[in-house]
């Protein structure tokens, strides 16, 4: 095999996007179990994911080629054949998102947006934190929406846990490291496949495409008085 190279994988908005995710939604899963620890930071840091969703869908329609939407839906079987060979210690490598991952991304930003959607209509039992829109439901489809809150963030936590156990699976078992590309972009060729290419976005656009989100949350959310 060739000497490894060194190729870029992901841009830098992905990377962005992926660690302020990565902390505001731990942020809001501390906060939203203990009901206490920053619980007045809730509405707050939930807009903010809200924003990042908003984003990262943007970003999945003009952003990089292997961060668009399109490229994270592949053939479920791929999926599971990649499951397998991740279960045989034969993982190809790939210049974006595997078929079983991208399934899996969806799932994380679907699941997200449903959470921080359904957090802009309800309040708590207390009233100390309301979303921008409390009020705009009857008290029926309110108090559903609570629900789908609450059962819908015991749902995140599982699917953000095995995110995490996944990543480090790949690591320790799969050989595989996911996780330095993800900080700093760049990751090693080992294949002698020819390396497949990659449209990147230009950073400026990226800049355009989260003011334009933090405009339509902003909006929603009350953020300009
Ligand atoms: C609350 C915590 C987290 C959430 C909500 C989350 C969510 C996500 C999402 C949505 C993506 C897709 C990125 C994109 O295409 O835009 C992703 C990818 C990724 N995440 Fe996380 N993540 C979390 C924590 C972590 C942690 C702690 C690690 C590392 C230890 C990690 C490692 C990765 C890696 C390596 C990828 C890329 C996987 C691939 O190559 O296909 N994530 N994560």
Known sequence: ?????????????VRVFHWSLAISVTFMLVSGNTGWMFFDWHRTVGEVVMMLIVFRLLWGVVGSGNARLFALCRNPLKALNHLGDLFKRRLPVERGHNAAGGWAVLLMLILLAVQAGTGFFIADEDELVEGALYGS?????????????????????????????????????????????????????????????????????????????????????????
């Open 1 to 13: 095999m060739n000497k490894p190279e060194l190729i870029k994988i992901w841009d830098l908005w």
């Open 137 to 225: 439901f009857s008290g029926s489809v309110t108090d559903l929406l609570y629900r789908i809150h609450y059962m819908n963030a015991d749902l995140l936590q599982i699917v953000v846990i095995v995110h995490v156990i996944m990543v480090f699976t790949y690591l320790l078992y799969g050989r595989q490291n996911l996780i330095t590309p993800m900080i700093h972009g760049s990751m090693k060729w080992l294949s002698d496949r020819a390396i497949p290419p990659v449209t990147f976005q230009a950073n400026w656009v990226g800049a355009v495409v989260l003011l334009v989100s933090v405009a339509i949350v902003g909006y929603v959310a009350g953020w300009y008085g």
